[in-house]
């Protein structure tokens, strides 16, 4: 079945440390988003691509870096200069224009 | 720009009883709306999109949302809440920005 991986689906950070959480889909789409969610305040777009080997900054990129040197995958890297990163990390991909996206199952990180 | 409100961050009503969860929008161009149900501890699922044409639109599990362009409102409604509606609900707007502008989010309770 077609669809979008993200791994882990739980994920622990220490301080000072980067974690570079994974996003794979099958669907051939060509856009690619990270979204972050925190309680009462919706989704929040960090980084989006919507072709491979280039990519834009949403709302909220600082603190996080982000690839796409393939179509398939987007990881995200949340680095040591997110000084809140507990959150719960959804990856998202669209194929043509005004389609809905098709969303992960999510990655939740928090912090030991 | 696009925006996205969405009335009432809570919403409860009895089984059986009429679910209707408000959604207002901003957009300089004719939008694409669409509605996404979440579960807890999982990623968004896609309940309806209106894009062109009817007005009225029909989803899974017994969904619908009327395009009301005079009132700028995609408002989504269920005549009869089972127990298992219960989650967050978010309505979406594209502008053709290539990105997709969420509202904050409703939670639904469904009191047996």
């Known amino acids: 079945d077609g669809g979008i991986t993200q791994s882990p689906k739980y994920l622990f950070r220490k301080e000072g440390q980067n974690v570079t959480l994974s996003c794979e889909q099958n669907?051939?789409?060509?856009?690619m988003y990270w979204y972050r969610q925190d309680p009462g305040q919706g989704l929040r777009l960090i980084y989006y691509?919507?072709?491979?080997?280039?990519?834009q900054k949403g709302d909220i990129a600082e603190g996080y870096s982000v690839s796409r040197e393939k179509k398939e995958s987007f990881p995200l890297t949340v680095t040591s200069a997110q000084k809140n990163p507990t959150a719960f990390y959804l990856c998202?991909?669209?194929?043509?224009?005004?389609?809905?996206?098709?969303f992960g199952d999510g990655t939740r990180l928090s912090i030991l | 720009a696009q925006s996205v409100t969405q009335l009432g961050s809570h919403v409860s009503v009895s089984e059986g009883a009429l679910v209707l969860l408000r959604c207002n929008y901003s957009s300089s161009v004719p939008p694409y709306l669409f509605w996404y149900v979440q579960y807890p501890n999982q990623g968004l699922q896609l309940l309806l999109k209106y894009t062109t044409g009817a007005t009225l639109v029909k989803g899974i599990n017994g969904f619908e949302a009327e395009f009301k362009k005079s009132e700028t409102s995609f408002h989504l409604t269920k005549p009869s809440a089972h127990m298992s509606d219960a989650a967050e609900y978010f309505c979406a707007v594209d502008g053709n920005t290539g990105k997709l502008i969420f509202g904050q989010g409703t939670t639904l309770q469904v009191k047996p």
């Open positions: 691509s919507q072709i491979v080997n280039d990519f």
């Open positions: 998202a991909s669209r194929g043509d224009n005004n389609q809905p996206q098709h």
């Open positions: 669907l051939n789409h060509d856009a």
